[in-house]
């Protein structure tokens, strides 16, 4: 079954230190990945996507991911971490089951990420 | 592009009544998704559409909850009687069909925060 986890309801790190925040999924064949954040009151934005290629992927307000296929991990990371960047990251896989050619995607339970200044 | 847009922002009702959550999706998209999210549930994909049919409806919680996409830039979601537990915020979002170019992000709407008392 295709699924996504994300081992941690809450990562703290103070401002200007490295953040990460962790992923990890199952499923079969070749994943689409995905990370979102969330913003208080706000919908979901995306952030960046693992397809193919390079296993760093560089994204929106500096983040990047790593793809790590034998540890079937996704973590998104910031080298530095700002105030600012305080709000809910949500992990996804595209569901390949799908019957049609649509992006259904399959969300982890989400992070919350405080940084503090 | 104005992105997704979904109305009422904010809606307050008693049990019993009807409530009709709305979604324009980005123009052009032809994939439409509702989700609810909650404090104990995380993000629940409800029902989501590919050239306005519904593919997949079993996350729809019960028959209270029905959804319609009329054409390419309306859906709405309606939920007859609303009860207390349906209290949620309910977020459209949408997205291009997956192409070799397409890889199936989803843009997600601003939410519609229901409140059932």
């Known amino acids: 079954a295709q699924s996504v986890a994300q081992p941690e309801d809450q990562v703290n790190v103070a401002e200007g230190n490295p953040l990460t925040v962790k992923c990890t999924y199952s499923?079969?064949?070749?994943?689409?990945l995905f990370w979102y954040v969330q913003y208080p009151n706000r919908g979901l934005q995306f952030l960046l996507k693992y397809i193919t290629g390079d296993n760093l992927v560089k994204g929106s307000y500096g983040f990047e991911a790593e793809f790590n296929k034998s540890q079937t991990s996704f973590h998104l990371k910031k080298p530095s971490a700002l105030v600012s960047d305080s709000a809910l990251y949500f992990c996804?896989?595209?569901?390949?089951?799908?019957?049609?050619?649509?992006?259904?995607?399959?969300f982890g339970q989400g992070t919350t990420l405080q940084v503090k200044p | 592009d104005a992105g997704v847009i979904q109305s009422p922002r904010h809606e307050v009702t008693e049990m019993g009544q009807e409530v009709t959550l709305r979604c324009k999706p980005i123009s052009g998209h032809n994939s439409l998704f509702w989700y609810r999210q909650t404090m104990m549930r995380g993000l629940e994909l409800l029902i989501y559409f590919n050239n306005n049919v519904p593919i997949d409806d079993s996350g729809m919680p019960e028959d209270r909850f029905s959804a319609k996409m009329p054409n390419a830039s309306f859906s709405t979601l309606k939920i007859q009687p609303s009860e207390p537990r349906d209290s949620a915020v309910y977020f459209c979002?949408?997205?291009?069909?997956?192409?070799?170019?397409?890889?199936?992000?989803?843009?997600f709407g601003e939410g519609s925060r229901l409140t059932v008392l």
């Open positions: 996804a896989v595209r569901d390949i089951r799908s019957s049609s050619n649509t992006g259904k995607l399959i």
């Open positions: 979002a949408s997205s291009l069909e997956l192409d070799r170019v397409n890889t199936g992000e989803l843009f």
């Open positions: 499923v079969s064949g070749n994943p689409y």
